[in-house]
């Protein structure tokens, strides 16, 4: 089993950064893959980013809504990923979550499905006013 616990988030005004963390604890050894998601009020969870963690380099892939102002990252020795948020907007409210799975492939950054992966943070709320 992995746990998941993230934090950072808050309230800022638009235009504003944030920056969240994931620490994974657990069986890490078996996840190949982290994601970031979010769901705003009366919405369905999304994703926003996406890595591979055993990837050299770092990289991603984003969801257009957020290219150029978020920028997921990892830190292997630490067993955290993070999630910079650049440049807010109103529409980036919502409870943002990190999730692993092992699942991956080749040449990919991830599954973008929510139901890909098989554990969860408790979330953290970002509030862009």
């Known amino acids: 089993h992995v746990q998941l616990v ?3 988030g808050g309230s800022v005004q ?3 950064s ?11 050894y078996s996840m190949n893959c982290m994601g970031w ?9 999304e994703a926003v ?34 999630l910079q948020m650049n440049s807010l907007k109103a529409e980036d409210t919502a409870m943002y979550y ?7 492939r080749y040449g990919s950054w991830g599954p973008l499905s929510s139901s890909a992966y098989n554990y969860w943070g408790q979330g953290t709320q970002v509030t862009v006013s």
Not at 18 to 28: E, I, K, N, P, V
Not at 98 to 104: G, L, M, P, V
Request: hydrophobic fraction near 25%; charge should be positive.
């Open 14 to 16: 638009a235009g504003g």
């Open 18 to 28: 944030l920056r969240l963390f994931c620490a994974a604890s657990g069986s890490t």
């Open 98 to 104: 990190c999730a692993t799975t092992r699942s991956w």
């Open 49 to 82: 980013a996406t890595t591979y963690v055993k990837a050299r380099g770092g990289g991603g892939w984003y969801t257009d809504s957020v290219k150029g102002r978020f920028t997921i990252s990892q830190d292997n020795t630490k067993n955290t990923v993070f």
């Open 6 to 8: 993230e934090s950072g």
């Open 37 to 45: 998601f979010r769901q705003g009020p009366g919405q369905e969870r």
